[in-house]
């Protein structure tokens, strides 16, 4: 074990190879602060790009070849790599991106169970999900593969657990696939240590050069020439509609497109039914305004839309709102286009018509954001899209609705969304399972009496929804499921035992559960 | 059970509704007799799109809430209504396609079998692929659900398997989403037959009225309505490169894209190693012929590529080739524009070079085809992409590489392919490893001493393999992993059990494998 201590670096790692040929240098902003931070980074030139795409073919092969316990010894030095710069890795972060040191604690230990769960994934094997066909006439088996080289855009809003080391990142090693993550501009320092702890551990472990690569991006030349190489065949992305879109529309003018999973914002709806708030609107009156303000409700689960039947019980809980909402503190925002941004967005809903209701106006100081709560009719939502965008930062905007018609037409016109929420008490689960269905064809994760901020990492767990939540539905960002983005099945026809895919081969060497002439079994044939 | 005959229908069925608004009229084609049908067809209107998309949305809440039970109860109904016109049904068949009885026949068995295989597949209901994590904080369970409704367009070349009632249709069906078929316009009378086993099936089983409409369309317009309707959500296609490409660029045209699964066909490699060659040359020379000519070639599976080392046994096998090809007889081709393509393709492969290999010239007959086959050089191959075509029809060439480095890397260059197939002897399994490994990455089906057409229909097939050969490598049309096409996986989070879907309900009320707390079971909890 490399036990030696990390320091920021402004360069690119292009395999195991450091490297900062390109003419653009840049640093990043600490906005507790309010100044750059003192590294200098040096954007990928166009041919750093190319050398890293070369080795990541190059190294697709080896890597993806590899016992699942050699990925997963890969898996678990990240993350003792990273355990041990602990410190310079929570610094850098809390430097690059305005939050507090307990959040940055609680996304460390998130990222290093997600490396150490992904590298069980990769260990056992199962998600080869092999199926064995034999009749009379054929042998069919098939077996999950993964599909090469990909890339991983950093999240502004998760240094750590939606970057470098993330979720996109870890379960696409532990099927094999090479990856190349572009930096998160805002937290390249960040990131640049996670890298680093990425490279000892292919060191340690003897992966193939061209394993992992690290590019420096600063005006966002580099992610689309990525997204753009022939060598590449996917793409994750955590981020906005307009990131997301961009990078979808580079893969369409691929001359072979690929997938491209962007989880792209959500504004996570939660229905507000009369009889729980009649029963309890304190506590979720309570709740809701933490769940609003947590992380300066940069959280992509954030619950920027509350619907609700006007009523006095309704009213009663929108004051309770504005003022647990007025309890909470104003908290730092990732950077300062993205605290001017929330604002500017705020006083747009206003502009539209939405009444505000929070009780502070004026405290904000610089890039501390003060959360913000406004409210519009029911058909006035439904008549104005532009009122449907997300807010990034701590805003909901709550919606009333003259009855329970209204609210259902609300529903039925919202756009796909990561999570919907339903406070109800178990009458209403009953009298509003219309609504409920209709709000679950729009969401992938549905919360009964709950906040949606909290993605656990589990097996069972959805993060992805209709568009525009993601480009894809049908899968998910975070959670186990999250390997099946990198693979894709190959069918091996009559073929002799001893050269298949070991989840396929006779004696069932890895002990899987095999999906075998339509029964499952972990026995071997 | 509705007993009558049916007729050839000239009308669209929109829902339950006969409706034929549109102005434009057309005929199908007989390629054997060289001239028209009978049968007259209106074109769907726009606004019959538009009813046609509005009952289908208005059906999927019921349909895909229906018990599985009820929906395979639906599917075998079909099969029967589709028994119960057998004749009629192949006869139109034989009259709108030009293939034989025979294969007419086969289809029809295949397709009855897809539908009672996608009933049992309804009916159990594992599709759902349950998984429930319960932790002391939380308590989620993810399950599959429908997509919504969907858009099947009919394959040319297989007016049964892959169109109206086919494997797109019967899987979406299966799993609770509705269907819009685009009938294909060659064989509009077929369809409208399958068409019509489909609404009285869906009658007998009480489906909701818009679970299925049926569209005819010349002018591909209808096409290009279905796939940006607002209220469709996924398309199914199997035809051309061209096609495919177009209905991908429509939805990612629209506000909301959607997935677009389109298998655009492929030239099928066979790699034809030195020693099999040896000892059994005329075996796979005799085997190929076949393969090549099987259906007039008009399969996607169809070998379009013969890769080889340049030696004398590759030459003799080359000769036999051409002899066994010689020997096969000349078809009828689905339609004389398929058939002057066909012999227009081939000429161009000429002119850019190819050596003829074929003996016959010139003794086609209308609308027949005679197997043809050329040869180029592999330098040639690898430095032209228009040599990478696809030749839809009775054709293959043969690439004669210097060795064993040229092959390589022909195979590194060749696009995304649905097979690839290796002809060897178990030595040269380990000898050309690499090269098999290279093929292996572009295909979605390896084939050990074999010919790549015949998909068997089986739970470990996989239809599908990376760009061009279809949009997206990680699904399938052909097998019942074609159902993950139209599933999306929700979570619920903390859920009432009696609100929860069958599917992850305490109880296991279908009694499902199901994955708990990262075990497999099926339990109840």
């Not at 600063?218 to 992305?237: M, R, T, Y």
Request: glycine share 8%; net charge negative.
């Amino acid at each position: 074990m490399t036990k030696d201590k990390m320091g920021v670096l402004g360069e690119n790692l292009i395999g195991y190879e450091n490297s900062s040929e390109g003419e653009l240098k840049f640093k990043t902003f600490n906005p507790l602060l309010n100044e750059e931070n003192p590294w200098i980074f040096c954007q990928a030139s166009s041919k750093e790009v190319e050398r890293a795409a070369k080795k990541a073919r190059e190294a697709f092969p080896t890597f993806s070849s590899l016992p699942g316990s050699r990925r997963a010894a890969f898996l678990e030095a990240i993350a003792l790599e990273m355990e041990t710069n602990r410190e310079t890795i929570l610094e850098t972060y809390v430097a690059e991106s305005g939050l507090p040191v307990g959040r940055a604690e609680g996304e460390f230990a998130r990222t290093l169970g997600q490396i150490n769960r992904f590298a069980n994934i990769a260990r056992t094997g199962q998600w080869a999900e092999p199926i064995i066909d034999i009749t009379d006439n054929v042998d069919i088996r098939k077996t999950n593969m993964p599909i090469g080289p990909i890339v991983v855009f950093g999240a502004s809003n998760f240094p750590l657990a939606f970057s470098t080391a993330g979720g996109d990142t870890v379960s696409a090693f532990a099927v094999g696939c090479p990856v190349l993550v572009k930096a998160h501009p805002m937290h390249s320092g960040t990131s640049s240590l996670v890298a680093q702890a990425i490279f000892r551990a292919a060191r340690e472990t003897e992966m193939p050069d061209g394993t992992f690569s690290h590019l420096l991006d600063w005006d966002n030349s580099v992610g689309e020439a990525l997204v753009k190489h022939p060598e590449i065949q996917a793409v994750g992305f955590t981020g906005s509609l307009k990131g997301g879109l961009a990078l979808n529309r580079f893969s369409q003018e691929r001359e072979n497109p690929i997938p491209v999973f962007a989880e792209m914002g959500s504004i996570n709806p939660v229905v507000v039914l009369p009889k729980i708030i009649e029963e309890q609107g304190l506590h979720w009156a309570t709740a809701l305004a933490g769940s609003i303000n947590l992380g300066a409700g940069q959280f992509c689960t954030n619950p920027g839309l509350l619907i609700g039947i006007e009523d006095s019980s309704f009213t009663t809980f929108i004051d309770q709102l504005a003022d647990a909402l007025s309890e909470q503190k104003p908290s730092c925002m990732l950077h300062p286009k993205i605290f001017e941004t929330y604002r500017r967005s705020v006083d747009r809903m206003e502009q539209l018509g939405a009444i505000v209701l929070h009780r502070k106006q004026s405290d904000e100081t610089t890039n501390f954001a003060v959360p913000r709560l406004v409210k519009v009719p029911g058909a006035m939502f439904t008549g104005n899209v532009e009122l449907h965008q997300e807010v990034f930062g701590p805003f909901s905007m709550v919606v009333c609705c003259r009855d329970k018609e209204e609210l259902n037409k609300l529903v039925a016109n919202l756009e796909g969304q990561l999570t919907g929420t339903i406070l109800a008490n178990k009458e209403e689960l009953e009298t509003y399972a219309d609504t409920i269905a209709s709000l679950q064809s729009k969401v992938g994760r549905l919360i009964f009496n709950g906040v949606p901020t909290g993605v656990e990492v589990c097996s069972a767990m959805q993060h992805g929804g209709p568009y525009p939540a993601t480009t894809d539905s049908r899968f998910t960002s975070v959670g186990d499921d999250a390997v099946k983005r990198w693979i894709r099945p190959v069918a091996f026809q009559n073929w002799p035992d001893p050269a298949l895919p070991a989840p396929i081969q006779n004696d069932n060497p890895l002990n899987l559960l095999r999906k075998f002439n339509g029964d499952y079994t972990s026995q071997r044939l």
